[in-house]
């Protein structure tokens, strides 16, 4: 009998190899929607860092099984990229930086770099993995003469919190480097998140530029520098709808005093287009005056949701914990929905917070709203002061750490403005 004849009954190694591709391929499209999904839950009312520990141990998971076999992996993951998608572009780069392989690095960043969406994917891998296997590729881009690829680095900065030195002072006094917007606008928002003092004089020469991102993160970091009262340069971005109006006002109200900033609601409230912006406002101001109108405002369907976590962020009672929560009203049209001729079908930003009993809060509150100084701030039902800050930033729902983490920086001035965003496993 020949020895080497095949056996019949043994798969071939064709299929085999292809067998192994289909677990890769899979492992790429469940890591690209693991990734979604946690870039969708740091900004939902109802994850608390456990609950990201949770997916992004599920999320590793699938990243390590690419790296199981690289050359399987990577070919799974190259494949993926014509998708042009954030998720996919995320998980070509964690593996392409493991890798240390200069040409995938190379394939990743450049198809990172494609467009808005993919950036987003690529700049969370740079925050993703640890320090001394993307450091080394932050500085070279930074060092770079591609102002796309600095813009990567300041971005990458951004999200892990790292203080390039002189590498930022040199981007923003760069001629070249000034005349790029994106490159600029990213470069003076870091000057704000690292508390550069020393970079106070890049900010004073862009807060009056007619270019409106510009201006927006001059003021907003020079704000978080401790210069309060240029707050007031946030005005036209808190009435204007537009891409800084939310962050102008998350900014804005813990930063004014009680009786401009409920001037400043006034003013916002006098476009009817802005009633969802003056609902979040008015929580974020913290002054309990509001919470009776809040409370009315939980009799419309369309923003009773928006007008109880409002009361939740003054008042610090948690309508689900307290039974005060009522069904969802009946013939409400979901959101997204299956209506082919309605042109919206975008996510409703509301979905996963509760709906509001307004008759039980309104009772409560009558019994205990004594208890509140009208006139003063509050936060989550407390004064604003740095330990009760902590504690909510170390184990509250995902839009609570937000905010205390912007509250804390306005009131600390020694510390970086902590990112919420970031992966919360080691």
Known sequence: MDITAP??????????????????????????????????????????????????????????????????????????????????????????????????????????????????????????????????????????????????????????????????TDILKREDCQKHTPLQARALRLVGELRRQDLMPALQVNIGSKEPSMAFWSNWSAVLLGQHALVKNLHPFVLSPGPHQARAIQMAFRVLPVEPGREWISALAKNPANLRAVITATGVLGDPHAVNWLISKMTDPVQARLAGEAFTLITGIDLEKHGLTAPPPTGLMPIPNDNPGDPYVGLDEDENLPWPDAARIAALWRNHGQHFLVGRRYFLGKAVAPEWLKSKLADSPQRHRHAAALELALIDSQSRLHNTHSRVSP
């Open 7 to 168: 056996n019949p009954t043994a798969p071939k190694t064709a299929d085999r190899s292809r067998a192994y591709r289909d677990v890769y391929e899979r492992a790429v499209v469940d890591a690209a929607f693991l990734w979604l999904l946690r870039s969708i839950a740091v900004d939902q009312p109802h994850y608390a860092p456990a609950d990201l520990v949770a997916l992004e141990q599920r999320l590793d998971a699938q990243l390590d099984l690419l790296m199981s076999s690289l050359d399987l992996g990577w070919q799974a993951c190259e494949n993926a990229l014509h998708l042009q998608q954030p998720g996919e572009a995320f998980t070509a780069a964690v593996i392409a930086l493991r890798s240390h392989d200069l040409a995938k690095i190379q394939t990743a960043i450049q198809t990172g770099l494609a467009d808005q969406h993919t950036f987003k994917g690529l700049v969370s891998a740079l925050g993703w993995l640890p320090a001394p296997i993307v450091l080394p590729w932050v500085e070279r881009l930074l060092k770079g003469k591609d102002m796309n690829h600095k813009t990567l680095g300041v971005a990458a900065c951004s999200v892990r919190r790292y203080d390039p030195g002189e590498l930022l």
